[in-house]
């Protein structure tokens, strides 16, 4: 008996299966694109070299193809051994291509929840949706029951996470199913990454204003990339009274992997969630303070964008959007099943500080 586990090299994904293979009764199945060799060397570069041991296989795969992309002897095989499926796998594009999100996260999660439904064994379906589901709604407490589409979505991102976890509300509404859905904030952490390791948003968002004030951007002429450590203004869409949930992926993982340990019939959501949003005015106050000459100046819309305006735009969009929304997350279900855990530490400026890599020391030499 297996579990089966897709999205294993991703940030998400690579962490819950961390965790997940420190249970010695289980045996862990990882799906992913590539050969297993591949998806292997893919694992252990997000774990930073863990151990991987005996109980630990790797499978080529891919959701969006018929068979979730296996061959007809391994579909068979792992129809007949898994007793649980955690899918983790999704395209995080956030303002990505519609097509190409509904492909993956919809269309994915349609695939899966098929081979879920036809296993030998009644299998336990663990899904990793996202407070995205919530769309555009503005303010308010959203509950961890909550799944209605009357504020619309600003972004397909948010609409196919929505719509995939419609469909595992209907997967899991079936009679002798068993089904946990996780709605994480936006996973950080405030380790040292490996070069190959996964990244997350704030970490690139750090990222993307080194390079700003380093240069050498991919896709800005190097004309435009003075000396490192310039003054630069860069306005963005944003509120600076917004603020956005950020949760620590390691309290994340702890509260998943713990919520799920207690099988029980029918279907239950949770938010995995900061207990505290975090300002906005946390985020800039940081880059200001970290690093001199850089100015990040909030409007309602950027006017004539300069090439570092855009280039923050096409890469934080997704996450920008989050600011505009003041809700706060319920999370009463998750406390009931996992209240002995402790609350993740506060999310406080030295902490985003290191999330975004801020604390170290950059030696990257600007482009000539
Ligand atoms: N990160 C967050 O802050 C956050 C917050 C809330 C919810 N979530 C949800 O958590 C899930 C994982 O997010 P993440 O941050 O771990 O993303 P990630 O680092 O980008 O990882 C995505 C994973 O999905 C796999 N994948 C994508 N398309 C696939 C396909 N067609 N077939 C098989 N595997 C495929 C990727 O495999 P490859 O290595 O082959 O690309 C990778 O393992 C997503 O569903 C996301 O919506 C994430």
């Known amino acids: 008996m297996a579990t089966l586990l897709t999205g294993g090299t991703g940030f998400m994904g690579s962490r819950l299966l961390a965790r997940l ?9 990882v799906l992913g694109r590539g050969s297993a060799a591949e998806v292997r060397e893919r694992v252990l570069a997000a774990l930073e070299g863990s151990q991987i041991n005996g109980r630990l296989r790797f499978v080529t795969g891919d959701i969006t193809r018929p068979w979730l992309g296996m061959t007809p002897a391994m579909h068979g095989r792992l129809l007949g051994e898994t007793t649980e499926l955690w899918h983790c796998a ?8 519609r097509e190409r999100l509904i492909r993956t996260n919809v269309l994915g999660t349609r695939n899966v929840l098929e081979f879920a439904g ?3 064994h009644p299998c336990r379906l663990v899904y990793g949706s996202s407070v995205s589901v919530a769309g555009a ?3 308010g407490l959203v509950s961890e029951d909550d799944l209605d589409d009357r504020y619309g979505f600003k972004s397909a991102y948010d609409e196919s996470k ?3 976890e419609l469909l595992v509300r209907e997967w899991g509404a079936r009679p002798g199913r068993s089904t946990v859905v996780f709605r994480p904030s936006v996973l950080i952490t405030d380790e040292t990454l490996a070069a190959q390791a996964p990244r997350h948003p704030a970490l690139i968002f750090g990222e993307v204003i080194d390079d700003l004030q380093l240069g050498g951007t991919p896709g800005i002429a190097t004309t435009l990339m003075p000396a490192a450590h310039r003054d630069i203004t860069v306005r963005v869409p944003m509120s600076a009274n917004s603020c956005v949930n950020f949760v620590q992926i390691e309290y994340a ?7 799920a340990a207690e099988p029980e019939p029918g279907l239950r959501a949770f938010h995995v969630v900061h207990p505290v949003n975090t300002p906005l005015r946390t985020v800039l106050d940081i880059i200001e303070n970290r690093r ?12 004539d964008p300069t090439p570092e305006e855009r280039l923050v735009t096409n890469t934080l969009d997704g996450y920008l959007r989050f600011s505009q ?3 706060s997350y319920d999370r009463t279900a998750l406390l009931t099943r996992i209240g002995d855990l402790a609350d993740p530490q506060p999310i406080d400026a030295a902490y985003l500080a290191r999330a975004m890599g801020f604390d170290r020391d950059h030696t990257t030499a600007p482009q000539q």
């Open 90 to 97: 999704g395209d995080i594009a956030l303002m990505g291509r």
């Open 21 to 29: 293979m420190e249970d010695p009764q289980r045996d862990v199945i």
């Open 162 to 164: 929505y719509q995939a």
């Open 137 to 139: 709604r503005p303010d």
């Open 253 to 259: 993982v702890e509260a998943m992997v713990r919520t």
């Open 292 to 303: 001199p000459g850089m100015v990040i100046k909030c409007v309602d819309h950027v006017m």
């Open 325 to 327: 929304y003041s809700r």
């Open 118 to 120: 036809q296993t030998v």
